[in-house]
Nanobody, 127 residues
């Protein structure tokens, strides 16, 4: 069992930055692929970014590529999402998730691949 707790959301002006954190419980954090998803009101939960167990591989949605950076610190059981150049379209609840399988680009983009989810953190971007 893995418990995930996100933090770092909030209100920011367009063009600003936020860093989300997701801390995991347990001693097996390094065995999980980690992902970030987001869900805007009335929309489906969309893939944002994923990172392999070691941190050596990452994948991003086209909409955030070049603006967002996913990273992890296995010693701290934490995955991060640095978000720069935010715009109003980035407004959503952001969720982190853990996938016990290996990193595969065609599966880490799918919410159904993940075994555990955090409760989400709200990100609001004002224009």
């Amino acid at each position: 069992q893995v418990q995930l707790v996100e933090s770092g959301g909030g209100l920011v002006q367009a063009g600003g930055s936020l860093r989300l954190s997701c801390e995991a419980s347990g001693r097996t954090f390094s065995t999980y692929v980690m992902g970030w998803f987001r869900q805007a009101p009335g929309k489906e939960r969309d893939f944002v970014a994923a990172i392999s167990r070691s941190g050596g591989r990452t994948l991003y949605a086209d909409s955030v590529k070049g603006r967002f950076t996913i990273s992890r610190d296995n010693a701290k059981n934490t995955v991060y999402l640095q978000m720069n150049s935010l715009n109003p379209e980035d407004k959503a609840v952001y969720y982190c998730a853990a996938d016990g399988d290996v990193f595969r680009p065609n599966t880490v983009v799918a919410a159904r691949s993940y075994d555990y989810w955090g409760q989400g953190t709200q990100v609001t971007v004002s224009s």
